[in-house]
C-alpha cells in the first residue's frame, strides 16, 4: 500500500459514538500516518456534532489538528451515541481553538476532497464504516466521483447474519439508509472491498490478547485512553448491544467489525488471512445484500478465513492492531504533517525519475519497431521493386513460381508485423498486463467460489 514511501490519501466515513468499533478503527488508522494520509473525516447520522465531538478529542489526543472533520446531515438525538459522555467535555469550538478544522457542511467538503482525487494520479482510499447517508449524498449529485477512488466498506451480509446466524440479516449500515447504500454499491469504483457481518462477526479481542493491552493500562497512553473510552461506552449503553462471545472492559471487547475494513484497507491487496471472493452484490430494496451474476460490477467481498477456527485468524490481526498501537511513543504523539517541503521535492524527483523511464521505454520500443519494420518489410518491398523493374521481361514458369514463393512470403511477414506491432505496444503496457492478472485472477476466485458454494450445498443435502 505504502507507494515509493508515500503514504496513501485517504477520506474517513464513520458513525463513531454508537458502536466501539468506530473509534478503535479510528485510534488504527492515526496509529498509521505512514500507510494513510488522512484528508478528511466524515461523520454520519443522527447528532454529528456528538459524533465530531468524539472525533475531535481523538485528534487532539494525537495532536492531529491538520485533519479536518466533516459534518454530516444532523438531527439533535444524542440517543444511541453511548460513547458520547467521554468528548462531552471538549467542544468543537475549542477544537477550532486549538487549531482543528471543522466544516459544518460535511457533504460539500466530502465532494471537494473526491472531486481532488479525480484529479489525482493515483486513486484515493475511502474507508466507510457507517451508513452510506454522506457518501450517498454527494454520488447522487456528482456520480463521476468515485472513479478515481478504492472503497474499503463494513457492510452487509451474504450467508451468515448476526451472531453467525445461518440466516442474512439487514445489516445496520445498509437497513439505516437502503437508498444511499444503494448508491453506493451501484456506482463505479476503482476497486471495491467489503467486510460484511460473514467475517467480521469473529471479530472479537480477548483472552490473552486482551489480557495483554490491558498490562500496558498504565505504560501506554494510548492503551489507558482506549480502557477509559471503552469503558464509558460500555456502562452508558454498549452493554446492551449482541455479540458472540461475552464482552466488558476487562474481559475483551464487541466485536470489531470496521477495524476489518480499515485493516483490509492498510493490507490492500493481500487480505490474509482473509479470503475473498470477486462478487456481483447489490442492495435490495428491503435492506438485504444479495448475489445477482447478471451485475458485471464485482466486489471484493470477505467470506471467512484462512483458518478452520476464525477465532484464530482474528486474533492475529488483533495482534497486528496491538503492535502498531504498543509501537506508538507513549509519551507523546507528535503532529505528522501530511505534505512538507521535503515530500514535496520527494514527489517532484520521484515524478521525473518515472518520467525519464517512460522517456527511456519509448525510446526502446521505437527502435524495436524500427528493427521489426525493416525485418519484416525488407523482402516484401524488394519483391514490389523487382516486380515494377521485370514487368516487360519474358519469364519461365519456374522464374515465375519463385518469384511468387517470395512474393507470398514477403507479404505474409508484412502481415505479421502489423500483428507484432500490435502485441509489442499492448503487452508494454503495465495497464494491460495488471488487467490481464486482474482477470485471471477474478476468473480463479469466481471458479474457487463456485466450488465452495457447491460444497456448501452437498453438506446442507448430506445434512437433510
Not at 459544518?104 to 457507517?130: C, F, T, W
Not at 451501484?186 to 476497486?191: D, H, P
Not at 467470506?303 to 509501537?327: H, M, W
Not at 521481361?393 to 514463393?405: D, Y
Amino acid at each position: 500500500m505504502v507507494i515509493h514511501g508515500m503514504s496513501v490519501p485517504t477520506i474517513l466515513d464513520t458513525d463513531i459514538g454508537t458502536a466501539y468499533d468506530d473509534h478503535l478503527a479510528l485510534i488504527y488508522i492515526l496509529s498509521l500516518p505512514n500507510r494513510f494520509d488522512l484528508k478528511l473525516i466524515v461523520c454520519s447520522t443522527t447528532n454529528t456534532t456528538a459524533r465530531a465531538q468524539i472525533v475531535a478529542k481523538t485528534l487532539r489526543f494525537f495532536k492531529r489538528f491538520d485533519i479536518p472533520i466533516g459534518l454530516g446531515r444532523a438531527s439533535q438525538d444524542t440517543y444511541g451515541i453511548f460513547q458520547y459522555r467521554w468528548a462531552q467535555d471538549y467542544s468543537l469550538e475549542q477544537f477550532q481553538n486549538d487549531g482543528g478544522i471543522v466544516f459544518r457542511d460535511g457533504e460539500q467538503v466530502l465532494a471537494d476532497e473526491m472531486r481532488k482525487a479525480s484529479m489525482m494520479n493515483r486513486p484515493y482510499h475511502y474507508i466507510h464504516i457507517g451508513p452510506a447517508t454522506s457518501l450517498g449524498n454527494v454520488l447522487e449529485k456528482y456520480p463521476l466521483l468515485s472513479t478515481n477512488i478504492r472503497l474499503f466498506a463494513m457492510a452487509g451480509s451474504l450467508y451468515y447474519g448476526y451472531e453467525n446466524s445461518t440466516t442474512p440479516s439487514k445489516e445496520y449500515n445498509i437497513e439505516y439508509d437502503i437508498r444511499s447504500a444503494q448508491t453506493m454499491f451501484a456506482s463505479n469504483w476503482a476497486y471495491f472491498s467489503l467486510a460484511p457481518l460473514d467475517c467480521t462477526n469473529f471479530m472479537q479481542f480477548n483472552g490473552l490478547l486482551w489480557k495483554k493491552i490491558l498490562s500496558y493500562r498504565n505504560r501506554s497512553r494510548t492503551v489507558n485512553m482506549i480502557i477509559e473510552s471503552y469503558t464509558i461506552w460500555y456502562n452508558d449503553g454498549g452493554n446492551s448491544m449482541s455479540a458472540i462471545q461475552s464482552f466488558n472492559p476487562e474481559l475483551g471487547t464487541p466485536e470489531m467489525h470496521d477495524v476489518l475494513a480499515v485493516y483490509l484497507a492498510g493490507s490492500y491487496t493481500s487480505v490474509a488471512p482473509t479470503i475473498s471472493f470477486f462478487l456481483p452484490i447489490f442492495v435490495t430494496n428491503d435492506g438485504f445484500t444479495r448475489e445477482n451474476q447478471t451485475i458485471e460490477k464485482t466486489i471484493s467481498t470477505c467470506l471467512k478465513y484462512e483458518t478452520s477456527d476464525p477465532y484464530e485468524a482474528t486474533a492475529q490481526i488483533g495482534r497486528e492492531v496491538v503492535l502498531v498501537l504498543f509501537n506508538i511513543r507513549h509519551t507523546g504523539h507528535h503532529q505528522i504533517a501530511p505534505t512538507t517541503l521535503i515530500g514535496l521535492n520527494h514527489e517532484i524527483r520521484y515524478r521525473r525519475r518515472r518520467l525519464r523511464k517512460k522517456d527511456i521505454q519509448y525510446i526502446k520500443l521505437s527502435l524495436i519497431q524500427v528493427a521489426a519494420y525493416i525485418v519484416f518489410n525488407t523482402l516484401h518491398g524488394y519483391n514490389t521493386i523487382h516486380e515494377v523493374i521485370t514487368q516487360n521481361q519474358i519469364k519461365t514458369p519456374e522464374q515465375r513460381a519463385i518469384e511468387g514463393f517470395l512474393s507470398g512470403t514477403g507479404l505474409n511477414l508484412h502481415y505479421v508485423y502489423t500483428g507484432i506491432t500490435f502485441f509489442l505496444y499492448t503487452l508494454a503496457s503495465e495497464t494491460f498486463r495488471q488487467a490481464c492478472i486482474l482477470f485471471w485472477k477474478r476468473w480463479l476466485e469466481h471458479l474457487l467460489h463456485l466450488m465452495f458454494l457447491r460444497s456448501n450445498h452437498q453438506t446442507t443435502v448430506q445434512i437433510a
